[in-house]
């Protein structure tokens, strides 16, 4: 049996965001179970308005032929990937729960450690 993987999003940025899912979906691909944890500005990956996607890295992953934010948050949700928004990170962002996508949880982060266990943790 593997170990969890838990993914700490602190970033708000595409590059961050986007690397955070090929992990996520890498890893759940393989078999892992997955918890990917935004906080702070982290938070806008799971904001429902994919604010994101428009950022001009699209386009040009899209151009090379890689898999961008939507394509990833879509295999995320086939995979069955675990999402959590910070509740305290929402709170420091000025962010509403209302305003995230569905299925997305709104927790803390002891939520997020007792998730992963002795599992690895990689922050972004």
């Known amino acids: 049996m593997t170990q969890p993987l838990g993914i700490l999003l602190v970033s708000g940025g595409h590059e ?5 899912l090929v992990l996520a979906t890498g890893a759940a691909a393989i078999g892992r179970d997955v918890v990917l944890f935004a906080t702070n ?3 806008r990956l799971f ?3 994919r604010p994101l996607e428009g950022d001009e890295r699209e386009a ?3 151009a090379r ?3 961008g934010i939507g394509t990833l948050l879509a295999a995320a949700g086939d995979l069955g990937l675990r999402r959590i928004a910070c509740e305290a ?3 420091a962002e000025g962010l509403a729960p209302e305003a995230l996508a569905e299925g997305v949880e709104v927790a803390g982060v002891v939520t997020f450690l ?3 266990g002795p599992g690895q943790i990689v922050t972004l």
């Open 41 to 43: 500005a982290g938070c």
């Open 65 to 67: 032929g890689v898999a």
């Open 89 to 91: 990170g929402l709170r």
């Open 60 to 62: 040009m992953l899209a």
């Open 16 to 20: 961050r965001a986007h690397y955070a």
């Open 114 to 116: 007792a998730a992963i």
């Open 47 to 49: 904001d429902a308005a």
